[in-house]
């Protein structure tokens, strides 16, 4: 089955220091990946819809500035976060899928501990 | 090799009907095991469960986890159209990381 492979499983950094979450497909192409935040009382929230070579879309309320997300190839997009601050310790989570008909692959999520 | 497995992938019913959903896992380390409907832009959060036989509901949906037969089962009574949509079974893990199910779409006709 499809595959999403979210690296690294969980980080730890300083703040004001930035961290880079990858998000690969490893058997399919993936013209479309999502980025989404855990909240308190397991609530996902839609962070960003990234298309392959184009600029991602980011939903209301969340800063592009904040959160740099990159697409470069169907296999890979990347969620950086800048200059993080302890209230953006979360778990942040990838999605993929081939084709607007395919199922949505999650990874397994990244847990970011800002100190 | 942990793996959270869905079934059935696909399922077309008709309104009224009541459908039952099956998640099935292998994981290290189990917390809790949870549900979510798929529409549009973000999952929406529908049961946690961590306690094995203890029915949770919300309106026409209910669910319960096995801990033995290592399974949840998601049943939706007296289906309407707006039930259509993917449902994703994940299971968190005690280092927090999580295991999504592939999802079972499921398409309730008027």
């Known amino acids: 089955g499809a595959v999403v492979s979210q690296h690294p499983s969980w980080v730890i950094c300083k703040s004001g220091t930035s961290v880079k979450i990858e998000c690969r497909s490893l058997d399919f192409q993936a013209t479309t990946m999502f980025w989404y935040r855990q909240f308190p009382k397991q609530s996902l929230m839609l962070m960003a819809t990234s298309n392959e070579g184009s600029k991602a879309t980011y939903e209301q309320g969340v800063e592009k500035d904040k959160f740099l997300i990159n697409h470069a190839s169907l296999t890979l997009s990347t969620l950086t976060v800048t200059s993080a601050h302890p209230e953006d310790s979360s778990f942040y989570i990838c999605s993929a899928m081939a084709d607007g008909y395919s199922p949505l692959h999650f990874g397994n999520g990244t847990r970011l501990t800002v100190t | ?110």
């Open chain 2, 1 to 110: 090799e942990d793996k959270v497995v869905q079934s059935p992938l696909s399922l077309v019913v008709h309104e009224g009907d009541t459908v039952t959903l099956n998640c099935s896992y292998e994981v290290t380390n189990f917390r809790s095991l949870l549900w979510y409907k798929q529409e549009k832009k973000a999952p929406t959060f529908l049961f946690m469960l961590t306690s094995s036989g203890i029915e949770k509901k919300s309106g026409r949906l209910s669910s319960i986890l096995d801990k033995k037969e290592l399974s949840s089962i998601l049943n939706i009574t007296a289906t309407q159209t707006g039930d259509s949509a993917i449902y994703l079974c994940a299971v968190e893990r005690d280092n927090n990381d999580m295991r999504f199910g592939a999802g079972t779409r499921l398409t309730v006709k008027p």
